[in-house]
């Protein structure tokens, strides 16, 4: 018997496949030969119809052979085609000479013959009427082994006139390797022609496709496999990519693994591809008894176990027995898939249960049929194209979850888009409350402003006024500066409400616009410097009222106290500071602030009014005396840097 595809003739004989060609069957077998071939029309495979011809070509069912296997005496006897090596020796090789006669010439002198094998194998040579003919690899190198159904043109020279041909085919086999010699024809070129091309078409190509999707889908799951890490597509990865040295065995005559190497890959391949595809199944359906993979696990390991050691002890039926095993698997995972088809009504079960009995049908054939010999035996393996139903299922598995997916991502889309809309709803209702709240808010904080300012600058003012106009004998120059001080404050408080639009020259000048009249009726000159000053950060009506009154603190001193003729304000912009700042300086030529070993006189609380306002916006205030120069008499000099970027404290 074969290693893994079971052949007669120049096919390994396994139970996964062989050369195809027209086969004989018995009478008492011809019920069964009947739902095969009914199987194999399920599977769309069935075999090429002859070419049409005018004239029956002469088909050779016998031949007197020698046979020589290795170990024991050579034997000659006739031998009914198809002859299968293996059955005849199990786990031997050797050669055998086949003769066979010939009817007259197939044809006219003219016109030339042909030989069409169904099968034959490993290595071959071929004699006509004493001339050599053709040959498939060389004789006894086990590196070639005869694929296919070989087509051998007759010239017309060689053909005998009125009298018998005599056909001799040489062949070297090696143990395990499937040869045998199938029935072959005789006839004319021009009839068997066709029928070779028809045989190439639909067997020699039909493998060559099978092999190229099972690589493409066997890719396809892996990669799948790497992006989703899903034992789905890994499984049907493996399995896919196991069945091809199998396929490769059918096609290619020249392999350059040595036999018996190759067939023990070809055959522990072939029965992972069928343990897994079956592995395949109950993954799909998402089902299975932990016992039941546990024992498709232990048959894929039996069977990978006996397919070794049919080729290490040349025992042909270990192979046997491990390919029973794993028919036997697929048979028991049957009622799982039936359960899942009929009882909870899925599709893909249903599905999965037609390819699962077809492949177990055409599992059955082969092992029994081809491998066996059976019922007449078989010389067409039906498992490898029944296993390509599960291709289709796996490529329809793929679509369908692709569908699913793209509808998910659809339908999700639309619910973020949903959500999306309500959310933002949501924030434009709570961003309007929220505006309305700051707006009612900061009307708030600016009366609170407001009233502070009233009470703590015209409201003080006021009453001083009211404590000075309560004395018996009021001091007019008193009452008139107090008036004028509350002036100023409520003057100030109206400016704050103006918008500075973040200009502090704008500032400064409304402040000189207030004080002007003041300095000229006391005779005091102001000298005005005030640089170019970029807008600076936002500033708060509250910070400008500070700045102001820290000003105004400063001049009324100089008005009240200092006997100065001379006020010079100095305002710049230090970009090169760090960090850039407003640089105000403000100088008078006054006494100064005390004579030099005078007793410190006693002052109001203006000083650290100033000092305190300067804390509140961030700035620093230093007030020092101007030492007295040449011609210079001297006076005070007082200094505010406030960073531009820093707004004042709401308090």
């Given amino acids: 018997m074969s290693t893994t595809s079971p052949k007669p003739c120049s096919r390994r004989a396994t139970w996964a496949g062989c050369p195809e060609h027209p086969s004989t069957a018995t009478a008492s077998s011809s019920d069964l030969r009947f739902l095969f071939a009914l199987v194999a029309a399920l599977l769309l495979i069935a075999g090429p119809a002859a070419a049409s011809s005018t004239a029956t070509p002469y088909t050779v069912t016998s031949a007197e052979a020698r046979l020589e296997p290795d170990g024991l005496p050579a034997e000659e006897r006739q031998v009914q085609l198809p002859f299968r090596w293996d059955h005849a020796f199990p786990g031997r090789g050797g050669k055998a000479t086949y003769r066979i ?8 002198a003219s016109e030339p013959a042909a030989l069409l094998f169904a099968g034959v ?10 001339t050599p003919l053709a040959g498939f690899g060389t004789l006894g190198n086990p590196s070639y082994d005869t694929k296919g159904t070989p087509f051998v043109p007759v010239a017309a020279s060689l053909q005998r006139t009125g009298a018998a041909q005599e056909l001799v085919i040489r062949t070297t086999v090696q143990r395990q390797r499937g040869a045998a010699l199938a029935t072959l024809q005789y006839g004319t070129e021009r009839e068997l022609l066709p029928r070779y091309r028809a045989y190439q078409r639909w067997r020699h190509t039909s493998v060559i496709a099978n092999a190229a999707i099972l690589a493409l889908m066997g890719c396809l799951s892996g990669a799948l496999w790497l992006r989703q890490r899903h034992a789905l597509y890994g499984c049907f ?19 350059n693994v040595p036999w018996p190497l190759w067939g023990v890959v070809v055959a522990v391949c072939y029965a992972l591809h069928i343990g897994l595809i ?10 299975g008894p932990a016992g039941l993979v546990r024992a498709l696990y232990a048959a894929m390991g039996i069977a990978v176990a006996s397919a070794i050691a049919s080729f290490v002890l040349a025992w042909p039926a270990l192979w ?5 095993l794993l028919n036997l698997t697929g048979v028991a995972c049957l009622p799982v898939v039936a359960r899942s088809a009929w009882v909870e009504r899925r599709t893909i079960a249903m599905v999965l249960l037609l390819a699962g009995v077809l492949a177990i049908l055409a599992g059955m054939h082969d092992l029994l049929l081809v491998r066996m010999g059976f019922f007449g035996g078989s010389d067409t393996s039906q498992t490898p194209r029944a296993m390509f139903f599960f291709v289709l299922i796996l490529a329809g598995l793929v679509v369908d979850r692709y569908s699913r997916t793209v509808a998910d991502y659809g339908a999700l ?13 949501q924030l434009r209702v709570a961003f309007d409350a929220l505006r309305l709240q700051q707006q009612e808010q900061a009307v708030l904080l600016e009366r609170q402003r407001i009233m502070r300012e009233i009470h703590d600058g015209v409201g003080s003012q006021l009453v001083g006024l009211l404590n000075v106009v309560t004395q018996p004998a009021p001091d007019r120059a008193v009452v008139e500066e107090h008036v004028k001080l509350a002036l100023d404050e409520m ?15 704008t500032v400064l000048a409304t402040l000189r616009y207030r004080l002007q009249p003041r300095l000229d009726a006391a005779g005091i000159a102001l000298v005005w410097d005030v640089g170019v000053i970029p807008p600076v950060a936002p500033f708060s009506a509250q910070a400008a009222l500070q700045l102001q009154r820290i000003l105004l603190e400063a001049f009324t001193n100089v008005l009240k106290h200092a006997r100065a003729t001379r006020i010079v304000l100095h305002a710049r912009w230090q970009a090169e500071a760090q960090p850039p700042r407003v640089h105000i300086v403000l100088t008078d030529n006054g006494v100064g602030l005390r004579p030099a070993g005078a007793a410190p006189k006693t002052t109001g609380h203006g000083i650290a009014n100033m000092r305190a306002r300067a804390l509140s916006i961030g700035a620093r205030l230093e007030i ?17 840097e406030w960073p531009g970027a820093i707004d004042c404290p709401q308090h």
Avoid: K, Y
């Fill in 624 to 640: 020092a005396a101007v030492e007295q120069e040449e011609n210079t008499a001297g006076g005070t000099r007082i200094t505010l």
């Fill in 121 to 130: 194998g490993n290595q071959v040579a071929i004699e006509f009427n004493g």
């Fill in 413 to 425: 889309n639309a619910t973020l888009a949903e959500r999306v809309a309500e959310r933002e709803g």
């Fill in 320 to 324: 046997t027995a491990g390919l029973v």
């Fill in 237 to 255: 990865a493996l399995a896919a990519l196991s069945g091809l040295p199998h396929n490769v065995d059918r096609v290619r005559p020249d392999m």
């Fill in 491 to 505: 003057r100030m408080a109206v400016d704050s409400l103006q918008p500075t639009h973040d200009d502090l020259a």
């Fill in 278 to 287: 079956t592995r395949f199944v109950l993954l799909v359906l998402q089902r």
């Fill in 101 to 108: 006669a010939l009817p007259a010439a197939a044809a006219p």
